[in-house]
Structures are given as C-alpha cells and as structure tokens.
C-alpha cells in the first residue's frame, strides 16, 4: 500500500513539474518566476528584431542564393497575381502598425504592474513561436517556396488561435498586436499564399475564389457574436480593402473586387455597432463572457 502510494507521490510530482514548465501554460502573476519573466523579455526581443529587420529588408532586397525564382515579398504578389493579391501599400502599412504596437506590448513585460506583466507573459510564447514561423515564412516566400510557406501558416495559424481562445480576456493594448492583428493578416495569408501555391490564375479557380473570400466576412462574424470583438472586425474589414484595391486595379470588370468591398463595409459597420457601445461602456455583453465566465484571468475582464 505505501509502495502504491509513493509511486503516485512521485508521478505526481512529475507531472506538477512538466505542468509549471509548459511555455504555453496560464501563470496567475504570483505564480511566474523572475527566471521565467527575464526569458519571455530576452525572446520576445530577439525574434521580435529578427522579424522586423527581415521584413525591411525583404522589402526592398530580394535573396540571392538558390535555383528558385528569388523576389523581394511584393515582388512576389506583383509576379503571381491571384484573386486574393492584396495591395502593397495598406498591408504594409497594416503591418508597420502592428510592429509600433508590439514595442508597446514588449514594455508591458517591464511593467510594475503585475498583472500587466502576467498578461503579456502568458501569450508570450504564443508570440515567440509566431515571430518564429513568421520568419521562416518570409524566407520560404521570397524563395518561391510556396507550400513550405503554406504550411508554416497553417501551424502559425493554430498557434494563434490557440492563444486566442485560450486568453480571449487579454487586455486590448497585448490583445491586438500579439493575437487579433496576427490571426486575422494569418487567416488572410492562407488564402494568399495558397492561391500562389496552386497557381490560381484560370477562370476556374476565379469562381472558387469568388466564394472563398466569403469566409472571410464569416470568420470575422464569429468574433464579432462570440466574443464581441472588433477588434478582429477592423483588421479583416482592412485586408479586404486591401485586396479589393489590389483586384480593382488589375482587373476593373471582375467580382472579386467588389465582394472586397462589400466584405469590407460590413465587417467595419458591425466592428462599429459591437465596439462604439463598450468604448463608452455601455456594452451590455462584457469581451469573453459568451465563451467562459469562469476564467481564472478575470482581473483581465475589464475592457483595457
């Protein structure tokens, strides 16, 4: 009986020891060790600067090694246009946004504030790794190594999403640039970056990519019902303009860039109608509560 008993004593311990060091793991603040605070800040760091220096430079450079076809990033959406090409301009400004807005998520890991700093640490490694697969994206699409790309964004995909819903109460300011501004320019690349894999260029694949890009008004509804956030709202209702002026200037007399539009309009109007109302605290549906009410994030419930 007592040799039972000290073999699950110790299987116990096991798994407590596995449990507390797993990256991906909720930490009340009081839980999160100094070692485990200074890692997340060194990581979060150094994939941080290595996205964005990458990003800059193959903005401008393309590679210059390999047998594939090398461009730099809007070399390639000029050279494979597709239904869902996005213009250059506003996904870059998209994604000069995001990177302003993931500085100010990095300080909150050197906030006094500890439940700021429990905030930004529990969707830390949810962010190292998305900085991580990023960067392996970008150097696999500037090489025209489209499916590997591909399936970086798949796994990149459900990462996300796995921070998403498990941390759905984050405050706004780590919200928006480390979960919502990600997932929504992710789930809009899949649909890039598989239309170039696929070489979807014939008339066919137009009239796929005709309903396909429906899925993105869908996608954002359901944050929009489910979890009363806009913030997803805004960001896909900004990608789909960004494919509707890309698909409108290339090619005038088509469909694709006026279900853009319409996608567009209606994620902005209802992102409006769910989040003007919480802005001025009148919402009478508090972020996350359809989904859990018994979360053991609630001092993060309020609408920072």
């Known amino acids: 009986m007592s040799e039972t008993s000290g073999n699950n004593n110790v299987a116990d311990r096991i798994h407590a020891g596995v449990h507390s060091i797993n990256p991906f793991k909720s930490h009340a603040e009081e839980e999160r060790s100094r070692g485990s605070i200074v890692t997340h800040k060194v990581f979060t760091a150094i994939t941080y600067l290595l996205v964005l220096i990458t990003a800059i430079y193959y ?8 047998h594939y076809a090398k461009r730099t990033i809007w070399g390639q959406n000029s050279a494979h246009h597709t239904s869902f090409t996005m213009n250059s301009i506003i996904t870059s400004i998209y994604w000069l946004v995001l990177f302003i807005l993931q500085i100010g998520y990095s300080w909150h890991l050197y906030s006094g504030n500890n439940v700021y700093v429990a905030a930004a640490a529990n969707v830390g490694s949810h962010f190292i790794t998305h900085n991580l697969l990023l960067f392996g994206f970008i150097h696999l699409w500037v090489r025209s190594h489209f499916w590997l790309a591909e399936l970086l964004l798949v796994i990149n995909f459900f990462n996300l999403s796995a921070a998403y819903f498990r941390h759905s109460t984050t405050p706004r300011f780590i919200h928006i640039p480390v979960v919502s501004g990600p997932l929504a320019w992710n789930f809009v690349a899949l649909y890039w970056c598989g239309a170039v894999a696929v070489h979807a260029h014939n008339l066919p ?100």
Do not use: C
């Open 59 to 66: 903005t401008f450079e393309r590679p210059h090694e390999g």
């Open 205 to 304: 694949a137009r009239i796929v990519a005709n309903i396909f890009i429906w899925g993105i008004l869908v996608y954002g509804m359901f944050f929009l019902a489910a979890y009363k956030d806009y913030t997803m709202g805004f960001a896909l209702s900004i990608l789909a303009a960004a494919i509707g002026v890309a698909q409108f200037l290339t090619k005038v007399v088509a469909f694709q860039w006026i279900f853009a539009f319409i996608i567009m309009a209606l994620l902005f109007v209802f992102s409006l109608a769910v989040g003007v109302p919480g802005l001025l605290g009148r919402d009478p549906f508090k972020r996350g509560e359809i989904v859990d009410e018994d979360r053991e994030r609630a001092p993060l419930l309020a609408d920072q």
